[in-house]
């Protein structure tokens, strides 16, 4: 749980999903099916935030491809 504990405090997702995965993982292995059903719908809540970064991110840099295309489109006619 040390690990869940540093990924939260540096605010580190990528991290924090593999911890969760884990501790899932761990309790579904010692049978504590509650506990890891509540990891992995935790899990699958950070992974969901990470998923929309990565296509926010996507999407922007499609954006500005875009943009310095149209501006070099305007230079070459120019």
Known sequence: MLSRQIAMRDDNLEELSYALYNLSTMFETRGELDSALEYLKAYTDVKDILNQRSNAIDAYRAYVGMALEA???????A
């Open 71 to 77: 501006s070099e489109a305007k230079l070459t006619i």
